[in-house]
Nanobody
């Protein structure tokens, strides 16, 4: 009964910053792989960043240097710190979890949140 709930989305001007959060229940971030994805209407889902049980991160080229994925194991919460936002970052952002050991953007994820909208103008 894994549940993931995103928050922190909203509207921001280009060049601004936002921090997204993903709270998990029935799942412990410290043990497995978690990540952030985004999707716009009519386009394929895009993987943005992952972090594994040891804290090793991976980023898509489109966001590296601007976005930072992190987690607070005590709070069982995942974060995506976004800076230098661009209009092309506008999308629905999702967090996801993978309960198996391997981690990275090329792997399938098992559980998904409902998303939080980010609009950059």
């Amino acid at each position: 009964h894994v549940q993931l709930v995103e928050s922190g989305g909203g509207s921001v001007q280009a060049g601004g910053s936002l921090r997204l959060s993903c709270a998990a229940s029935g799942y412990t971030y410290s043990r497995y792989c978690v990540g952030w994805f985004r999707q716009v209407p009519g386009k394929e889902r895009e993987g943005l960043a992952t972090i594994d049980s040891r804290g090793i991160t991976a980023y898509a080229d489109s966001v590296k240097g601007r976005f930072t994925i992190s987690k607070d194991n005590a709070k069982n919460t995942l974060y995506l710190q976004m800076s230098s936002l661009k209009p092309e970052d506008t999308a629905m952002y999702y967090c996801a979890a993978r309960t198996r050991g391997m981690c990275g953007l090329s792997y399938e994820f098992d559980y998904w949140g409902q998303g939080t909208q980010v609009t950059v103008s």
